[in-house]
């Protein structure tokens, strides 16, 4: 479907990736209020921090594929 009928029927999409859905996050009032203001912002923190890890340790080309080091951090909490 095309980005103007999706515009056009309110089709919204989801985060494309971390980065994107915590600055979607970063704007809900809704999650602000479930969670409390306290475990709200240290949440944002925390995944911060991800980002930045994760960016000193992935090389661009890594964006549409799985990289060695997801593997090593995600695949043991599964």
Do not use: C, W
């Not at 494309?16 to 809704?30: H, P």
């Not at 921090?49 to 909490?77: C, H, I, M, T």
């Amino acid at each position: 479907m095309s980005n103007s009928r999706q515009r056009k029927k309110e089709i919204r999409t989801l985060p494309r990736n971390l980065e994107e859905a915590l600055k979607v996050m970063d704007k809900s009032a809704l999650m602000k209020d479930v969670l409390g203001p306290h475990v709200f912002s240290q949440f944002l923190a925390n995944k911060e921090q991800e980002l930045r890890e994760y960016a000193a340790n992935v090389p661009g080309e890594y964006d549409k594929q799985v990289s060695e080091y997801e593997v090593k951090r995600y695949l043991p909490f599964l």
